[in-house]
Protein backbone atom coordinates (compact mmCIF):
# COMPACT_ATOMS: atom_id res chain seq x y z
CA UNK A 1 0.00 0.00 0.00
CA UNK A 2 1.39 3.56 -1.05
CA UNK A 3 0.90 6.02 1.92
CA UNK A 4 -0.22 9.47 0.34
CA UNK A 5 2.32 12.38 2.26
CA UNK A 6 0.44 15.50 2.58
CA UNK A 7 3.41 18.55 2.56
CA UNK A 8 3.51 20.15 5.40
CA UNK A 9 2.65 24.22 5.45
CA UNK A 10 5.46 26.47 6.77
CA UNK A 11 6.03 26.36 10.81
CA UNK A 12 6.67 29.49 12.79
CA UNK A 13 10.04 28.82 12.71
CA UNK A 14 10.28 29.03 9.26
CA UNK A 15 8.85 32.48 9.22
CA UNK A 16 11.11 33.69 12.30
CA UNK A 17 14.14 32.59 10.61
CA UNK A 18 12.72 34.75 6.72
CA UNK A 19 12.04 37.15 9.01
CA UNK A 20 15.09 37.13 10.77
CA UNK A 21 17.10 36.76 7.41
CA UNK A 22 15.15 39.42 6.04
CA UNK A 23 16.19 42.24 8.95
CA UNK A 24 19.77 40.87 8.49
CA UNK A 25 20.08 41.69 4.56
CA UNK A 26 18.18 44.97 4.71
CA UNK A 27 19.94 46.60 8.09
CA UNK A 28 23.43 45.27 7.33
CA UNK A 29 23.00 46.29 3.26
CA UNK A 30 21.63 49.88 4.42
CA UNK A 31 24.77 50.23 6.81
CA UNK A 32 27.43 48.83 4.75
CA UNK A 33 26.39 51.00 1.97
CA UNK A 34 26.35 54.74 3.89
CA UNK A 35 30.29 53.37 5.31
CA UNK A 36 31.59 52.65 2.25
CA UNK A 37 30.10 56.09 1.23
CA UNK A 38 31.73 57.37 4.15
CA UNK A 39 35.08 56.10 3.68
CA UNK A 40 35.62 57.57 0.21
CA UNK A 41 33.96 60.82 0.90
CA UNK A 42 36.53 61.21 3.96
CA UNK A 43 40.05 60.67 2.42
CA UNK A 44 39.66 56.53 1.36
CA UNK A 45 40.84 55.70 -1.81
CA UNK A 46 41.75 51.97 -1.83
CA UNK A 47 39.37 49.74 -3.92
CA UNK A 48 41.19 47.21 -2.83
CA UNK A 49 40.22 47.81 0.64
CA UNK A 50 37.17 48.38 0.05
CA UNK A 51 36.50 45.39 -1.36
CA UNK A 52 38.47 43.34 1.07
CA UNK A 53 35.67 45.28 4.14
CA UNK A 54 32.76 43.72 2.34
CA UNK A 55 34.44 40.25 2.77
CA UNK A 56 36.55 40.27 6.22
CA UNK A 57 33.54 39.75 8.28
CA UNK A 58 32.99 36.18 7.87
CA UNK A 59 34.72 35.46 10.74
CA UNK A 60 31.84 36.26 13.00
CA UNK A 61 29.75 33.47 11.95
CA UNK A 62 32.56 31.14 13.14
CA UNK A 63 31.32 30.46 17.09
CA UNK A 64 27.90 29.94 15.97
CA UNK A 65 29.18 27.47 12.74
CA UNK A 66 31.03 25.57 16.11
CA UNK A 67 27.74 25.73 17.84
CA UNK A 68 25.79 24.28 14.86
CA UNK A 69 28.47 21.85 13.92
CA UNK A 70 28.42 20.37 18.16
CA UNK A 71 24.75 19.83 17.66
CA UNK A 72 24.66 18.39 14.21
CA UNK A 73 27.52 15.67 15.19
CA UNK A 74 25.02 14.81 18.51
CA UNK A 75 22.04 14.36 16.45
CA UNK A 76 24.00 12.38 13.43
CA UNK A 77 24.87 9.96 16.75
CA UNK A 78 22.09 9.87 18.14
CA UNK A 79 20.38 8.99 15.10
CA UNK A 80 22.55 6.01 14.41
CA UNK A 81 22.15 5.30 18.31
CA UNK A 82 18.75 4.94 18.33
CA UNK A 83 18.71 3.28 14.71
CA UNK A 84 16.89 5.77 12.57
CA UNK A 85 17.40 5.78 8.72
CA UNK A 86 20.39 7.14 7.32
CA UNK A 87 20.65 9.58 4.57
CA UNK A 88 18.70 8.79 1.56
CA UNK A 89 20.95 10.23 -0.66
CA UNK A 90 24.61 10.44 -0.95
CA UNK A 91 27.26 13.18 0.80
CA UNK A 92 28.96 14.87 -2.06
CA UNK A 93 32.53 14.16 -2.12
CA UNK A 94 35.09 16.94 -1.57
CA UNK A 95 36.31 17.52 -4.49
CA UNK A 96 33.14 18.92 -6.14
CA UNK A 97 32.75 20.75 -2.90
CA UNK A 98 35.98 22.68 -3.32
CA UNK A 99 35.01 23.35 -7.25
CA UNK A 100 31.77 24.77 -5.81
CA UNK A 101 33.51 26.93 -3.26
CA UNK A 102 36.40 28.05 -5.48
CA UNK A 103 34.21 28.96 -8.24
CA UNK A 104 31.66 31.16 -6.34
CA UNK A 105 34.37 32.83 -4.40
CA UNK A 106 36.18 33.81 -7.56
CA UNK A 107 32.82 35.19 -8.27
CA UNK A 108 32.15 37.33 -5.46
CA UNK A 109 35.79 38.35 -5.49
CA UNK A 110 34.66 39.83 -9.09
CA UNK A 111 31.22 40.77 -8.06
CA UNK A 112 32.63 42.96 -4.83
CA UNK A 113 35.69 44.85 -6.66
CA UNK A 114 33.23 45.82 -9.34
CA UNK A 115 30.51 47.28 -6.68
CA UNK A 116 33.53 49.19 -4.93
CA UNK A 117 34.18 51.14 -7.93
CA UNK A 118 30.66 51.50 -8.79
CA UNK A 119 30.67 53.18 -5.07
CA UNK A 120 33.03 55.11 -5.49
CA UNK A 121 32.36 57.04 -8.83
CA UNK A 122 28.94 57.38 -7.67
CA UNK A 123 26.06 58.88 -5.28
CA UNK A 124 25.01 56.57 -2.89
CA UNK A 125 21.62 57.24 -3.99
CA UNK A 126 22.13 56.36 -7.89
CA UNK A 127 24.53 53.72 -6.65
CA UNK A 128 21.79 51.83 -4.95
CA UNK A 129 19.07 52.26 -7.40
CA UNK A 130 21.22 51.06 -9.96
CA UNK A 131 21.52 48.04 -8.00
CA UNK A 132 17.89 47.11 -8.43
CA UNK A 133 18.48 45.62 -11.48
CA UNK A 134 19.76 42.35 -9.30
CA UNK A 135 16.37 41.30 -9.58
CA UNK A 136 16.05 41.40 -13.22
CA UNK A 137 19.25 39.30 -13.54
CA UNK A 138 18.57 37.11 -10.97
CA UNK A 139 15.01 36.52 -12.60
CA UNK A 140 16.71 35.42 -15.85
CA UNK A 141 19.43 33.14 -14.74
CA UNK A 142 16.59 31.20 -11.89
CA UNK A 143 14.79 30.68 -15.51
CA UNK A 144 17.66 29.33 -17.29
CA UNK A 145 19.51 27.21 -14.19
CA UNK A 146 16.49 26.88 -11.08
CA UNK A 147 13.33 26.97 -13.19
CA UNK A 148 12.17 30.13 -12.22
CA UNK A 149 8.69 30.35 -14.00
CA UNK A 150 8.21 34.14 -15.18
CA UNK A 151 4.08 34.95 -14.70
CA UNK A 152 2.55 38.29 -14.89
CA UNK A 153 3.47 39.99 -12.21
CA UNK A 154 7.19 38.70 -12.18
CA UNK A 155 7.11 39.93 -15.68
CA UNK A 156 6.15 43.23 -14.61
CA UNK A 157 8.76 43.61 -11.93
CA UNK A 158 11.35 43.30 -13.92
CA UNK A 159 10.52 45.63 -16.26
CA UNK A 160 9.56 48.12 -13.70
CA UNK A 161 13.26 47.31 -12.39
CA UNK A 162 14.81 47.75 -15.37
CA UNK A 163 13.36 50.68 -16.63
CA UNK A 164 13.84 52.78 -13.20
CA UNK A 165 17.96 51.54 -13.66
CA UNK A 166 17.93 52.76 -17.21
CA UNK A 167 16.71 56.22 -16.59
CA UNK A 168 19.50 57.22 -14.38
CA UNK A 169 21.52 57.01 -17.35
CA UNK A 170 20.02 60.56 -18.52
CA UNK A 171 21.80 61.96 -15.14
CA UNK A 172 22.90 65.31 -15.27
CA UNK A 173 26.69 65.87 -15.14
CA UNK A 174 26.16 67.65 -11.60
CA UNK A 175 24.54 64.57 -10.03
CA UNK A 176 28.33 62.02 -11.35
CA UNK A 177 30.61 63.33 -9.44
CA UNK A 178 32.92 66.03 -7.63
CA UNK A 179 35.51 66.65 -10.67
CA UNK A 180 36.00 70.03 -11.57
CA UNK A 181 36.35 68.46 -15.16
CA UNK A 182 32.73 68.12 -16.71
CA UNK A 183 33.89 65.75 -18.88
CA UNK A 184 36.12 63.20 -16.54
CA UNK A 185 33.20 63.43 -14.05
CA UNK A 186 30.97 62.13 -16.69
CA UNK A 187 33.62 59.51 -17.72
CA UNK A 188 33.24 58.49 -14.45
CA UNK A 189 29.82 58.62 -13.97
CA UNK A 190 29.45 56.26 -16.61
CA UNK A 191 32.57 53.77 -15.90
CA UNK A 192 30.40 53.73 -12.03
CA UNK A 193 27.06 52.81 -14.01
CA UNK A 194 28.48 50.01 -16.02
CA UNK A 195 30.93 48.46 -13.06
CA UNK A 196 27.20 48.63 -10.74
CA UNK A 197 24.78 47.08 -13.78
CA UNK A 198 27.91 44.49 -14.50
CA UNK A 199 27.84 43.71 -10.45
CA UNK A 200 24.48 43.64 -10.26
CA UNK A 201 24.60 41.02 -12.80
CA UNK A 202 26.83 38.77 -11.22
CA UNK A 203 25.43 39.16 -7.98
CA UNK A 204 22.22 37.82 -9.58
CA UNK A 205 23.80 35.00 -11.20
CA UNK A 206 25.77 33.90 -7.92
CA UNK A 207 22.57 33.95 -6.25
CA UNK A 208 21.07 31.71 -8.92
CA UNK A 209 24.42 29.48 -8.58
CA UNK A 210 24.52 29.05 -4.52
CA UNK A 211 20.48 28.04 -5.04
CA UNK A 212 21.73 25.73 -7.73
CA UNK A 213 24.59 24.35 -5.88
CA UNK A 214 22.51 23.47 -2.33
CA UNK A 215 20.05 21.19 -4.66
CA UNK A 216 22.50 19.56 -7.19
CA UNK A 217 25.69 19.63 -5.03
CA UNK A 218 25.45 19.72 -1.64
CA UNK A 219 22.24 17.75 -1.22
CA UNK A 220 21.87 18.96 2.42
CA UNK A 221 18.59 21.14 4.19
CA UNK A 222 20.70 22.03 7.16
CA UNK A 223 21.87 25.21 8.49
CA UNK A 224 25.36 24.00 8.93
CA UNK A 225 25.76 23.39 5.57
CA UNK A 226 24.67 27.48 4.74
CA UNK A 227 27.10 28.33 7.03
CA UNK A 228 29.79 26.28 5.39
CA UNK A 229 29.12 28.24 1.96
CA UNK A 230 29.31 31.51 3.39
CA UNK A 231 32.27 30.60 5.31
CA UNK A 232 34.41 29.02 2.39
CA UNK A 233 33.35 30.86 -0.19
CA UNK A 234 34.32 34.25 1.73
CA UNK A 235 37.49 32.87 2.40
CA UNK A 236 38.34 32.22 -1.63
CA UNK A 237 36.96 35.29 -1.98
CA UNK A 238 38.89 37.62 1.00
CA UNK A 239 42.68 35.76 -0.01
CA UNK A 240 41.73 36.81 -3.75
CA UNK A 241 41.40 40.40 -2.68
CA UNK A 242 44.21 40.55 -0.48
CA UNK A 243 46.37 39.26 -3.42
CA UNK A 244 45.28 42.19 -5.38
CA UNK A 245 45.95 44.81 -2.39
CA UNK A 246 49.21 43.50 -2.41
CA UNK A 247 49.89 42.67 -6.03
CA UNK A 248 48.66 46.38 -6.86
CA UNK A 249 50.72 48.01 -4.19
CA UNK A 250 47.68 49.94 -2.51
CA UNK A 251 48.86 47.85 0.98
CA UNK A 252 52.09 50.86 0.62
CA UNK A 253 49.34 53.37 0.80
CA UNK A 254 46.97 52.45 3.19
CA UNK A 255 49.58 54.05 6.23
CA UNK A 256 49.42 57.01 5.06
CA UNK A 257 45.47 56.71 3.89
CA UNK A 258 44.69 56.20 7.96
CA UNK A 259 46.81 59.82 8.69
CA UNK A 260 44.71 62.09 6.14
CA UNK A 261 41.71 60.69 6.76
CA UNK A 262 39.61 63.84 7.37
CA UNK A 263 37.51 61.97 10.57
CA UNK A 264 40.82 60.73 12.45
CA UNK A 265 42.63 57.39 12.45
CA UNK A 266 39.95 55.82 15.15
CA UNK A 267 36.99 56.71 13.20
CA UNK A 268 39.48 54.99 9.93
CA UNK A 269 39.64 51.76 11.29
CA UNK A 270 36.16 52.18 13.42
CA UNK A 271 34.27 52.78 9.64
CA UNK A 272 36.40 49.89 8.09
CA UNK A 273 35.65 47.45 10.85
CA UNK A 274 32.18 48.18 10.84
CA UNK A 275 31.42 47.94 7.09
CA UNK A 276 32.95 44.71 7.73
CA UNK A 277 30.48 43.61 10.26
CA UNK A 278 27.82 45.17 8.20
CA UNK A 279 28.72 42.65 4.77
CA UNK A 280 29.16 39.27 6.90
CA UNK A 281 25.65 39.97 8.45
CA UNK A 282 24.33 40.83 5.21
CA UNK A 283 25.34 37.89 3.34
CA UNK A 284 24.28 35.67 6.66
CA UNK A 285 20.96 36.81 5.79
CA UNK A 286 20.94 36.71 2.00
CA UNK A 287 22.47 33.23 2.20
CA UNK A 288 19.59 31.71 4.79
CA UNK A 289 16.70 33.40 2.34
CA UNK A 290 18.50 31.69 -0.65
CA UNK A 291 18.55 28.20 1.96
CA UNK A 292 14.89 28.60 3.50
CA UNK A 293 13.03 30.16 -0.24
CA UNK A 294 14.48 31.06 -2.94
CA UNK A 295 17.89 33.32 -4.69
CA UNK A 296 14.75 35.48 -6.25
CA UNK A 297 13.65 36.07 -3.10
CA UNK A 298 16.84 37.25 -1.53
CA UNK A 299 17.56 39.18 -4.04
CA UNK A 300 13.94 41.17 -3.78
CA UNK A 301 14.02 41.88 -0.08
CA UNK A 302 17.62 43.36 -0.91
CA UNK A 303 15.40 45.87 -3.09
CA UNK A 304 13.43 46.71 -0.15
CA UNK A 305 16.38 48.59 1.17
CA UNK A 306 15.99 51.05 -1.91
CA UNK A 307 13.98 53.56 -0.19
CA UNK A 308 15.96 53.32 2.59
CA UNK A 309 19.64 53.60 1.79
CA UNK A 310 18.32 56.74 -0.91
CA UNK A 311 16.92 58.84 2.04
CA UNK A 312 19.40 58.81 4.59
CA UNK A 313 22.22 59.24 1.36
CA UNK A 314 19.94 62.96 1.08
CA UNK A 315 20.09 63.17 4.98
CA UNK A 316 24.29 62.31 5.75
CA UNK A 317 25.57 62.87 2.19
CA UNK A 318 23.83 65.21 1.03
CA UNK A 319 22.82 63.60 -2.34
CA UNK A 320 20.54 65.08 -5.00
CA UNK A 321 16.76 64.22 -4.74
CA UNK A 322 15.65 65.05 -8.70
CA UNK A 323 12.85 64.07 -10.63
CA UNK A 324 14.46 61.73 -12.49
CA UNK A 325 15.96 59.61 -9.07
CA UNK A 326 12.24 60.09 -7.66
CA UNK A 327 10.27 58.15 -10.34
CA UNK A 328 13.37 55.86 -10.44
CA UNK A 329 12.73 55.47 -6.91
CA UNK A 330 8.55 54.97 -7.17
CA UNK A 331 9.19 52.14 -9.96
CA UNK A 332 11.48 50.36 -8.27
CA UNK A 333 9.11 50.23 -5.37
CA UNK A 334 6.37 49.40 -7.18
CA UNK A 335 8.68 46.85 -9.14
CA UNK A 336 8.99 45.22 -5.70
CA UNK A 337 5.54 44.94 -4.54
CA UNK A 338 4.92 44.06 -7.77
CA UNK A 339 6.91 40.42 -7.08
CA UNK A 340 5.68 40.47 -3.45
CA UNK A 341 2.36 39.99 -4.75
CA UNK A 342 3.21 36.93 -6.64
CA UNK A 343 4.69 35.28 -3.45
CA UNK A 344 1.70 35.82 -1.93
CA UNK A 345 -0.15 34.16 -5.00
CA UNK A 346 2.30 31.47 -4.68
CA UNK A 347 1.92 30.88 -1.25
CA UNK A 348 -2.04 30.42 -1.22
CA UNK A 349 -2.26 28.39 -4.17
CA UNK A 350 0.42 26.54 -1.90
CA UNK A 351 -1.90 25.96 0.93
CA UNK A 352 -4.83 25.27 -1.32
CA UNK A 353 -2.62 22.09 -2.80
CA UNK A 354 -2.11 21.47 0.43
CA UNK A 355 -5.49 21.07 1.80
CA UNK A 356 -6.65 19.27 -0.94
CA UNK A 357 -3.80 16.71 -0.19
CA UNK A 358 -5.04 16.41 3.19
CA UNK A 359 -8.36 15.61 2.19
CA UNK A 360 -7.35 12.88 -0.25
CA UNK A 361 -5.17 11.39 2.06
CA UNK A 362 -8.10 11.48 4.77
CA UNK A 363 -10.33 9.55 2.03
CA UNK A 364 -7.44 7.23 1.58
CA UNK A 365 -7.13 6.48 5.00
CA UNK A 366 -10.72 6.09 5.83
CA UNK A 367 -10.90 4.15 2.21
CA UNK A 368 -7.99 1.56 4.25
CA UNK A 369 -9.82 1.50 7.40
CA UNK A 370 -12.97 0.23 5.84
CA UNK A 371 -11.42 -2.69 3.41
CA UNK A 372 -9.74 -3.95 6.72
Known sequence: MITIVPPRPRSYKWWFRVLMYSFFVLAGQS????????YYDEGGKSKWLATLVQLAGFPL???????????????????????LCPMTSMPPSYKKLMFVYVSLGVLVAVDCFLYSVGLLYLPVSTYSLISATQLAF????????????????????????TISSALLVFQSDSSSGSSTNGSMSRAKYMVGF????AASAGYGLLLSLTQLSFRKVVKRETFKA?????????????????????????????????????????????????????WGIFSLGAIGLIFDVSSLFSNSIS????????????????????GV????????????????????????????????????????????????
Open 31 to 38: VATLLGRL
Open 194 to 197: ICTV
Open 61 to 83: VLPLYCLVAIKSRKEHDLGHDSG
Open 226 to 278: VLEMLIFQSLIASSIVCAGLFVSGDWTHLKREMKDYKLGEVTYVMTLAWTAIA
Open 138 to 161: NALFSFFLNSQKFTPSIVNSLVLL
Open 303 to 322: TVGLPIVPVFAAVFFHDSMD
Open 325 to 372: KVVSMVLAIWGFISYLYQHYLDVAELKKKTGRLASKFDKQGIANTATQ
